[in-house]
């Protein structure tokens, strides 16, 4: 069974500082990945998405993710972080096939310190 | 352009009571829809999917159940709500090329 983990339930980190959000995923072939953010009590949005190609991908608010196939990680990253990106950010995994269900990870609540 | 609604945004339920949320999408056909649910401090749980009119899987048995009576209407459903039903309902949809779009989300507490 396809599952996502992402490791750290509560990272901290100073605004103007680097963020990195890990992300590991079990899947018997490669899955599309995806990266969301959820402000509090909202929906969620897309970041970005890996279906296939370049590995470094790119997304909205500055931030990219790196696909690594042997490592099966898709960790997110954002060089200089503003106090708006405080939010929870889930990554999630599909299948290729009809249906294209999600499984996310339990998330990762990202706190910007002034 | 495509968009979701989902509706209400919160909701305050007796247990026992019934339920019904209710999603609805703009600018698409045949979406393929779902409904999560993501209890306080957690991930989210996939309750079911539909790939058509009439056609629902669920995933975990529960409580609830769902309908899709037209191409881009959606229903979350309960005869009889318990305490463990509340948490952030989340609709979704997806045009097959993995637009993956969510709702504002419902926020259920059963008192």
């Known amino acids: 069974a396809q599952s996502v983990t992402q490791p750290d339930i509560h990272i901290t980190v100073s605004e103007g500082a680097s963020l990195e959000l890990r992300c590991n995923y079990s899947y018997g072939a490669t899955p599309y990945l995806f990266w969301y953010v959820q402000s509090p009590g909202q929906g969620l949005q897309l970041l970005l998405k890996?279906?296939?190609?370049?590995?470094l991908v790119q997304g909205i608010k500055g931030f990219e993710a790196e696909f690594k196939r042997s490592q099966s990680s898709f960790n997110l990253r954002k060089p200089s972080v503003h106090w708006s990106d405080a939010a929870e950010y889930f990554c999630a995994v599909g299948p290729k096939a009809a249906g294209n269900k999600l499984t996310f990870g339990g998330g990762t609540r990202v706190l910007v310190k002034p | 352009s495509q968009t979701i609604h989902q509706w209400p945004a919160t909701l305050v339920q007796p247990v026992g009571s019934p339920l019904s949320l209710e999603c609805t999408v703009e600018g698409t056909s045949n979406p393929n829809l779902y409904w999560y649910r993501q209890a306080a401090g957690r991930g989210l749980q996939l309750l079911f999917y539909s790939v058509g009119i009439g056609q629902i899987s669920s995933e975990v048995p529960q409580n609830l159940s769902a309908s899709r009576p037209q191409d881009r209407q959606f229903i979350l459903s309960s005869k009889k709500l318990l305490l463990s039903d509340s948490g952030f309902y989340l609709c979704?949809?997806?045009?097959?090329?993995?637009?993956?779009?969510f709702g504002s989300g419902t926020r259920l507490t059963v008192v």
């Open positions: 890996y279906f296939s190609g370049d590995t």
């Open positions: 979704a949809w997806n045009d097959r090329d993995y637009g993956y779009t």
